[in-house]
């Protein structure tokens, strides 16, 4: 499972409230990110980080903020949560030696209503 | 729109046959391939991957192929197994990030 751990693994919140989603990963990568998969979409990428305190954003990042303040959590935040960002919240990191494959967390439901 | 994407959203397979999924990419730049397996309810999971600069890797019971040319992949899953039902995305590599497809559900039938 590549040491990844998301929190919460499911949670229901309110149009306009704020969430932040909790990836831990254990093996010291530097390369995390997070991405959302909707059905017709696929996974789509929202933030990524290379680095503590070095993001950078994604295909989808409008309406998300990122943060890495120490190597093993990157936290993604809904500042003011819509609908439209119902979905399930994949962390991954980026794996070693190869540095080529992305593994993943088993994800984060998310439904705002 | 999305770079890469599978020929077919759904496959139905019989138990012991093999299952040829496909995919096709756009992005000439691409430097790596990787297939995932996706169960429901949980994350994708790495089943195999390919360099750009190698036209066919076997794992177990895997085979991913690779076609430059028609900028195709495929993979093929021997005897195929109840477990193997799942959905599978392709996703290519350039640079730092993955682009994904939106992935065939694979079905096995008894």
């Known amino acids: 499972d590549a040491g990844i751990t998301q929190s919460p693994r499911h949670k229901v919140t309110e149009t306009g409230t704020p969430v932040t989603l909790r990836c831990h990963q254990t093996e010291n990568h530097r390369y995390m990110y997070w991405y959302r998969q909707d059905p017709g979409h696929g996974l789509r990428l929202i933030h990524y980080s290379y680095g503590v305190k070095d993001t950078d954003k994604g295909e989808v990042s409008d309406g998300y903020s990122v943060s890495r303040s120490k190597t093993e959590d990157f936290l993604l935040t809904l500042e003011s949560a819509t609908s439209s960002q119902t979905s399930v919240y994949f962390c991954?990191?980026?794996?070693?030696?190869?540095?080529?494959?992305?593994?993943f967390g088993e994800g984060s439901w998310l439904t705002v209503v | 729109g999305e770079s890469v994407g599978l020929h077919l959203p759904t496959l139905s397979v019989q138990e012991g046959d093999n299952s040829i999924i496909n995919c096709a990419y756009s992005?000439?730049?691409?430097?790596?391939f990787i297939w995932y397996k996706q169960e429901s309810g949980k994350g994708p999971q790495f089943i195999i991957d390919i360099r750009s600069n190698m036209d066919k890797r076997q794992g177990q019971r895997v085979t991913v192929l690779l076609n430059k040319t028609v900028k195709h992949l495929s993979l093929q899953i021997a005897a195929t197994q109840p477990g193997d039902s799942a959905v599978y995305f392709c996703?290519?590599?350039?640079?730092?990030?993955?682009?994904f497809g939106a992935g065939t559900t694979v079905t096995v039938r008894a």
């Open positions: 991954a990191i980026r794996g070693e030696p190869s540095g080529n494959t992305i593994y």
């Open positions: 996703a290519e590599k350039a640079d730092y990030k993955l682009s």
């Open positions: 992005n000439s730049a691409s430097d790596y």
